[in-house]
């Protein structure tokens, strides 16, 4: 079983659709985690950290679950520049960090 | 972007031979990481580093050895280059604090053929 695991879709949605995507993972020595984001096989970006009360940045939330141990993203009124490949992140208390394989978003007019 | 460099971009190298990429980093990050990354698998970490000497193995690390020497360099060594290490190789960096961000190389796209 994968350290990290996302369904790899893709999910393919209309602009202003809200989409979620999940993530699990299995470590329980996962310390931090992320949401980066990557177009084109270029080099992945951070979206943002996740943080266990939640957090939002604009069209964006994101939220953890220690007790079941997934974390998920959020994304209200897509826009077509938001199609992608979403990476879920997790890092361990050793300081490795673990990729999920990603989920691609298209985003379609 | 902050200061990661890898090289070469692009490499073509026939089955067999000994390959070394490199990561320089200018930031004095404390970790430093090498992913490869593959249709269908998403990003895998190959190996990575703690400090200078101090490295320890990912998921996918049969084949590959690394070594930093200096804080701003990471190597990654393919002993002896085979097809299935054809891939696009990502190097990272971070502070290592727990919610710092990775910072990213540009890639490298390596061909074994």
């Known amino acids: 079983r994968k350290e990290v695991e996302q369904d790899p879709g893709p999910f393919n949605v209309p602009e202003g659709a809200t989409v979620a995507f999940n993530c699990t993972y299995s470590?329980?020595?996962?310390?931090?985690f992320f949401w980066y984001r990557q177009d084109c096989r270029k080099e992945p970006k951070l979206l943002m950290s996740?943080?266990?009360s939640g957090n939002e940045d604009g069209r964006f939330t994101a939220q953890l679950n220690r007790a079941s141990q997934y974390i998920s993203l959020l994304i209200r009124d897509s826009k077509l520049s938001d199609s992608a490949t979403y990476l879920c992140?997790?890092?361990?208390?050793?300081?490795?960090?673990?990729f999920g394989q990603g989920t691609t978003l298209q985003v379609k007019p | 972007d902050a200061g990661i460099t890898q090289s070469p971009r692009h490499k073509v190298t026939e089955t067999g031979t000994p390959v070394t990429l490199r990561c320089h980093q200018t930031e004095n990050h404390r970790y430093m990481y090498w992913y490869r990354q593959d249709p269908g698998h998403g990003l895998r970490l190959i190996h990575y580093s703690y400090g200078v000497k101090d490295t320890d193995k990912g998921e996918v690390s049969d084949g590959y050895s690394v070594s930093r020497s200096k804080t701003e360099d990471f190597l990654l060594t393919l002993e002896s280059a085979t097809s299935s290490q054809t891939s696009v190789y990502f190097c990272?960096?971070?502070?290592?604090?727990?919610?710092?961000?990775?910072?990213f190389g540009s890639g490298t796209q390596l061909s074994v053929l």
């Open positions: 992140v997790v890092r361990l208390d050793t300081g490795k960090l673990i």
């Open positions: 990272a960096a971070s502070r290592g604090g727990t919610n710092e961000k990775l910072f």
């Open positions: 470590n329980s020595a996962s310390q931090s």
């Open positions: 996740v943080y266990s």
